[in-house]
């Protein structure tokens, strides 16, 4: 199995960017799908998951309304739209499936991803 997250980048306050995370190696369509974040000395946090059908969508409150995570079956892809990004929101973003799990915590992802580096400078 391997999640492979990319579009990360530099960008300037105000900005945007769009994250994708392509799976391989799993049965992408029933796999839960989130986007974690960590920024340095801090924990690994969650920014939104979307369920394998793509009928519950979550966000974390320091992201709702700004980002928009969606997914491609199709192309075993999820997606983070990132918008309106601030300097907080800088991290290593990485994505995470859980099999057959309805809103899974961090522990209960089965797969992570090698994560993409997001910077946004003031």
């Known amino acids: 199995v391997q999640l492979q997250a990319s579009g990360g980048g530099l960008v300037q306050s105000g900005g945007s960017l769009r994250l994708s995370c392509a799976a391989s190696?799993?049965?992408?369509?029933?796999?839960?799908m989130g986007w974690f974040r960590q920024a340095p000395g801090k924990e690994r946090e969650f920014v939104a998951r979307?369920?394998?059908?793509?009928?519950?969508?979550d966000y974390a409150d320091s992201v709702k309304g700004r980002f928009t995570i969606s997914r491609d079956n199709a192309k075993n892809t999820v997606y983070l739209q990132m918008n309106n990004l601030k300097p907080e929101d800088t991290a290593i973003y990485y994505c995470?499936?859980?099999?057959?799990?309805?809103?899974?915590?961090?522990?209960?992802?089965?797969?992570w991803g090698q994560g993409t580096q997001v910077t946004v400078s003031s």
């Open positions: 995470a499936g859980a099999r057959l799990q309805f809103k899974p915590n961090k522990s209960q992802y089965d797969y």
């Open positions: 979307i369920m394998w059908s793509g009928s519950s969508i």
């Open positions: 190696g799993l049965t992408f369509s029933i796999y839960t």
